[in-house]
Each structure stands twice: as structure tokens, then as C-alpha cells.
């Protein structure tokens, strides 16, 4: 069974930091690109990052570049998207998505399988 847990959303401050996570199993994760979203009630989800488990490779919204790293442990099949500079307009449900190109990347149709998402919240 495929699964993709993300878990690590919290309350935090504005300019504070937090670390996420996206534990993947039920599929060759060496092979995939895992992709993060974002969604806010009332809008459409955007792409925030993805990494690919193949070469480490990343990508970065506009929004978030420079403020958001990513990382992946291919021996325990999580990504870890670290978060920093946190801003108010951070504020969303955070989801994992694995698709099996880069060019997937922000095209939320092409991803395969996904997460639940987890909540971030960030206060002014």
C-alpha cells in the first residue's frame, strides 16, 4: 500500500521556523520526485518545492525561494522541506505528492500519489 505521511505543522511566529516531513513507503522511493503544495481555504493549491530522490535535485516557488530548503534521506525515504522566515502568508495545509519526473512540477494533476496534509500556521 503507498503511503506518503507529512507530518511537523505547528503554530509558529512570524519570522520563525519549522520542519516538516513526508515519510514515503509502498513504492520504489529512490525513483520519485516528491513534490510540496500548499493550499488556503478558498484558493487553489500551489506548488511550493519538490526534490528528486534520484539526484537531489530541487525546485522552488518564487514564493518561498531562499526561505525554504529541501532535503531528502533516501535510507528512511522522508523529505524534509525546512522552513524559515516564516511568513503570515505561509499560513496553508501543507501537502506531499510523488510523481516519478521533475517536469511534473507544479502540476498537482501529474503527481501520483499524495498525503494527508499538515497544518502551518504562522502568526503576525
Known amino acids: 500500500e503507498v503511503q506518503l505521511q507529512a507530518s511537523g505543522g505547528g503554530l509558529v511566529q512570524a519570522g520563525g521556523s519549522l520542519r516538516l516531513s513526508c515519510a514515503a513507503s509502498?513504492?520504489?522511493?529512490?525513483?520519485?520526485?516528491i513534490g510540496w503544495f500548499r493550499q488556503v481555504p478558498g484558493k487553489e493549491r500551489e506548488g511550493v518545492s519538490c526534490?528528486?530522490?534520484?539526484?537531489?535535485?530541487?525546485l522552488y516557488a518564487d514564493s518561498v525561494k531562499g526561505r525554504f530548503t529541501m532535503s531528502s534521506d533516501n535510507a528512511m525515504s522522508t523529505v524534509y522541506p525546512q522552513m524559515s522566515s516564516l511568513k503570515p502568508e505561509d499560513t496553508a495545509v501543507y501537502y506531499c505528492?510523488?510523481?516519478?519526473?521533475?517536469?511534473?512540477?507544479?502540476?498537482?494533476?501529474?503527481?501520483?500519489?499524495w498525503g494527508q496534509g499538515t497544518q502551518v500556521t504562522v502568526s503576525s
Open positions: 526534490i528528486s530522490s534520484v539526484d537531489g535535485s530541487t
Open positions: 509502498g513504492f520504489t522511493f529512490e525513483d520519485y520526485v
Open positions: 505528492a510523488a510523481s516519478y519526473s521533475m517536469d511534473s512540477w507544479p502540476h498537482e494533476d501529474e503527481y501520483d500519489y
